[in-house]
């Protein structure tokens, strides 16, 4: 071995290549890849999720000859007896701007600094660092459209060659015992909700450069076919995003050209992460100088009301394609999760954390930055510019974006033998659909509700 060994501590950067981390690891000697099972990171994880990583981490794995070490325990102890058996004096990150990961890091680095270890941290998930795009007085922005434009308007990384590494190995444990790992944060009104992972597409750095190149090839389209959901109109790349098995420079770099609403996107994740960092606390709570938030319901006859959502059975087509189909592939399209979520808070009255614990448990994407702010924005306690009094009515948006029923069709089987608009409708109960409930709730008379609500918050009831 040349040099002294260096640990390069992964974490939402599972690949080798565009890895400045990595590349700066390297440039000292041989490097040891260590992955760290935190419990207390995977406990609010759901099974979808937790199968995505694992299939992430042995493809990181299998990419570097087996040699990627797995441990579980508290990052700190982990890495202090990495270090010590290997005798590493540096170990290397992705920086993570997260609230957890930020306490999390600072608390490595004291607990690594004190044994003579340096945590050294570099480069970010993201095309420009959280906490980087400022105002002209160096104010954070709170408007996506204004953050664009300044984001738009910076320098971004190119993506860079893989560096040459010459990987050490330690002891390693199996992935797949962090699978146990995950899930133990279970809410109680979850109650009997199903748990069983989603099937997990191909994972790891190779597989995420291929759906990038399939999508590639359809980007120019993605303006007029991202808002349908009976199409295959998005690039299906975000739970790649998640753990860094490619990074969103090169993304950009490929279809950055073809697809200006398609940039748009990837800055909606860029702000939210933004506006997470700086206010860790509106993960849980309203974001800052938005009104108060909703009063929600909590009693038994909400709890069924949740169930009824998450298991799609609202009777509302729509909602409940996009829920089953989140059940089914630990992905819902991104108009549905909109409606979806809008449905929960604005028809059902219930709590919009609720909500976003259901989808960050079943999403094989769940990101609290993007999944929280998503969820916040359709509450009307986020960044959202628009007047709470618009409210997405499911049957509405199905006609719209879904004209011809394939999405409600394919997700929903009890309606798979009719025709649009009557797939859009809400028929339950009937002999029409025999199987499909009826509708759980009055979308007029809970609108008004909803209203009220609103009103009430803002103390004008
Ligand atoms: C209530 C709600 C919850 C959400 N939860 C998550 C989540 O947990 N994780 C997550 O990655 N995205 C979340 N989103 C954003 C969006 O729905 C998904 O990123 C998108 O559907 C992923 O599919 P795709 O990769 O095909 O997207 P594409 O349309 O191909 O977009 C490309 C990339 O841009 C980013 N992106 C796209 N739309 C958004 C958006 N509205 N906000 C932030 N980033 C975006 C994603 O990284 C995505 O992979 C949520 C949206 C809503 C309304």
Known sequence: MNGAATILWFRRDLRTGDHPALASAAASGGVLGAFVGDPALLAPAGPTRAAHLVASVRALDASIGGRLVVRVGRPEEVLAGLAGEVGARRVVATADFGPAGRARDERVARHLGERGVDLELCDSPYAVAPGTVRSRTGEPYRVYTAFRRAWEALDKARPRPAAAVEWLGARSEDPSGLLSLAGRARPDYFADLPDGPAPVAPAG?????????????????????????????????????????????????????????????????????????????????????????????????????????????????????????????????????????????????????????????????????????????????????????????????????????????????????????????????????????????????????????????????
């Not at 909602?319 to 409606?339: K, T």
Request: with cysteine.
């Open 205 to 461: 750095e190779a597989a995420a450069h291929a759906v990038l190149e399939e999508f590639c090839a359809r980007a120019e389209r993605y303006g007029e076919a991202r808002d349908l959901p009976g199409l295959e109109g998005t690039s299906r790349l975000s739970a790649h995003l998640k753990v860094g098995a490619i990074h969103p420079r090169a993304v950009l770099n490929a279809v950055g050209g073809a697809s200006a609403p398609f940039v748009g996107e990837v800055a909606w994740r860029e702000f939210y992460a933004d506006v997470l960092y700086h206010d860790p606390d509106s993960a849980r709570a309203p974001w800052r100088g938005t009104p108060r938030p909703l009063r929600a319901d909590r009693d038994g006859a909400a709890r069924e009301r949740f169930a009824a959502w998450a298991r799609g059975m609202t009777g509302y087509p729509l909602v409940d394609a996009g829920m089953r189909q989140l059940l089914a592939e630990g992905w819902m399209h991104n108009r549905v999760r909109m409606v979806c979520a809008s449905f929960l808070v604005k028809h059902l009255h219930l709590d919009w954390r609720w909500g976003a614990r259901w989808f960050l448990w079943r999403l094989a994407d769940g990101d609290l930055a993007s999944n929280q702010h998503g969820w916040q924005w359709v509450a009307g306690t986020g960044t959202d510019a628009a007047p709470f009094h618009r409210v997405f009515n499911p049957v509405r948006q199905a006609e719209r974006f879904d004209p011809e029923g394939r999405y409600v069709r394919r997700h929903v089987p009890e309606l798979a033998h009719l025709e649009a608009p009557d797939c859009l409708r809400p028929v339950g109960g009937g002999l029409l659909a025999p199987g499909y409930p009826a509708p759980i709730v009055d979308l007029e008379a809970e609108r008004r509700e909803a209203l009220a609500r609103h009103a009430e918050a803002r103390g004008r009831a």
